[in-house]
């Protein structure tokens, strides 16, 4: 796949605009990496069990760079390597990932490898969200501080 | 543009499966008009200012009705036309387009033409959930009562 063409603006609908960002199947699937599975590289990201292709993981880094929602640093161990990281505007983007999750809790009641997220958001949404945010902070100490 | 191939389940994750449902950048603008601009019908959705193409508005409202997301019924007035509408599983998404929407109103100011839905969000977002679920009851009672 070639580098897709920048979307031009729609419309002045605040959810247009979200979705000339998110509007696909992959974008949002990186940011859930950074979130749940404290994944901050190139390779932990190809190794999802979605299988993303190698260009369009490229792709999707570089656009959610270029929207600020995250950031990116050179590893300490290897400068050929990157770190990736949720920005602020990155990270606000978590009570998004909850409702869509409490969606999902409720109606795709099948899937059985988020049956432990599920009984987290439904028993102890704020623990839930408390965790997400430290587990990131702890990162953010390690890596970034 | 052909009919799309049916979306493999890519994983058990609740948001991989979420986005091969929801995933475009098409699919939650129908689900929006729906919610926010009281629009029912197939050529009100073609109204709306995205400009979205014929066949794809088509093979969106089969992927929402397939789904349980939205429901039809045959336009009184006329058999050729139909009524679009919300289902209890399609009403369940407002929650996940209001967090949208403030992270929107957060990071997308320069959105004029959703100032308005802004503040309301912003100074009393559960009057705003309130109005939209009365609309809809509104509709519902007159159209499907």
Known sequence: MPI???????????FS?????????????????LFFFNKHEYKEFLSSPEAIATNI???RLKKLYAAGIIDEKIHPEN????LYYLT???KD???????????GAKYMKDLPAMQNLYR????DEKGLKAQVI??????EAENLG
């Open 120 to 123: 987290k958001l439904g028993n």
């Open 93 to 103: 983007l978590l009570p998004i990932f909850l409702e869509l999750a409490k969606w």
């Open 4 to 14: 897709e063409k920048t979307v031009q603006q729609r419309s002045q609908c605040v």
């Open 57 to 59: 993981l490229s792709d």
């Open 17 to 33: 605009n979200a979705l000339d960002l998110f509007g696909d199947k992959w974008t949002l699937l990186v940011v859930r990496d």
């Open 79 to 82: 400068r050929s390597r990157k």
């Open 134 to 139: 430290a587990d990131i902070q702890k990162w």
């Open 88 to 90: 602020t505007k990155g």
